[in-house]
């Protein structure tokens, strides 16, 4: 029988309000923790971590099937293996790097350009909600080859589809309502999926659909899940990710300076973002045969969360874990967008994160836009930071002042930043 510890629990209100409290305890003295309410087994150590994500045998991705399938409307890429597995995952990794990363980092800026015009002569915004969030869905729907107007009607339908996936307890009327949102993207699918079956463009989408493994197409549905799987992974994590980089850096104005001063240093602004605050807290696996943990039994077909956070905080990984340092010795930025990353915030192993060059270069380009745009950039006047989420988790909202922009931003067409254009 697993130990339970009566005092704490990761489904508390406590743990909520600031996980990363509770980091060094889990990992000194409940490396494998047990909750009962959701009978699973949540992992603290990066060497444990490490050792789930990437013994693909002993431990699966199954847990998706009741946790994503029913939302995704069929099998996403993280529950595939061999060679389906490799060949789907290649084309996403296609559309998302080499030549087509140039167009997508242009339509990055443009869309940011677009977004970010109407609040600079005022001098506030909110970096999430007014900004991130809907430049990530615009983004990607661009990507996809989808129209990019939809944004707010797809977005609020991923937002069902999300709290579905990342939902550790979800009530009754909750589950009904994300599986509405999910049959409604479906239907708004389809139909255009069809139609680039008839007509196929030079989008992920046409791509997805004019593909053949072994002499095989995707069938519609096929391609719907894996449309709504690069939808949910590309949205959640870039948007919280570029809000946590300014946080971070407002939190610690030496090193805004020096970003400010030397734009070079974003990429390991990043990087040290990723590793400090990883947007995706969470990720689970079920054992496959009966493991053990520093000494505790975990047992086949058990429920295993892999806490990413928890991991990159481990002094075993990282030196000072609790200080944001972009100038860590030990950070590697360049390591830290591919497989080699010492973090382990996309994941490892089979099924990290194909879309980390991506992120980098979107996340890098909005931030080298909004950096010289932001002047004397600060946290507004009564403004309570404030963090949501267990699974994937990030700022519920991030309300700036700076000094207000006259100006409209230049959309430079080769996708550079402007310079200050005051
Ligand atoms: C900062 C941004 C991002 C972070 C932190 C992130 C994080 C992750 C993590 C942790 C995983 C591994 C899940 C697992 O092992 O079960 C993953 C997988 C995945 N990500 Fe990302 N992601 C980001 C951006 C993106 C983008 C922009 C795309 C667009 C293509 C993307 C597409 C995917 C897909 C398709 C998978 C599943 C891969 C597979 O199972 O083979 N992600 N991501």
Redesign the pocket.
Known sequence: MPVVDPRFSILSEDFAAAPHRHFARLRERSPVHYEPEIDSYFLSRHQDVRRV?TDHDAFT?ET?QVRAEPVMRGP?????TGAE?TA??KI??R??TGPALQDQIRAVHANAAELLTPFLPLGRIDLVNDFGKPL?VRV?LD?LGLDRNDWQQVSAWLGGVGEFITGIVLAPERRRHCLDCAEQLEAYLVPIIEQRRRHPGADLISKLCTAEFDGIAMSTRDVTA?VI??LI??????D??LALLFKHLIDHPRQLARVRRDPTLLPAA?AET?RYT???QL???RAEQDAEFAGTAVPAGATVF?M?GAANRDPDAFTAPDAFDLHRPDLGTARSFTAAAQH?????????????A???A??ETVAALLLPLLDDVRFSPGFRYRETGLYTRGPAALSLDFAPVRDRVTDQADGRPPGHVR
């Open positions: 994500l991705t998706l996403v890429l993280a529950q595939m597995h789907k995952r996403v990794v559309a998302f990530a990607t990507v894996l799987n690069v992974a590309a949205v959640e994590p870039a919280k990710t990043i990723l990883p947007p995706v990720i689970p696996r892999c990413i382990l915030s996309f994941g490892t192993g089979l099924h990290q994160c194909p879309g980390a991506f992120a980098r979107e996340i």
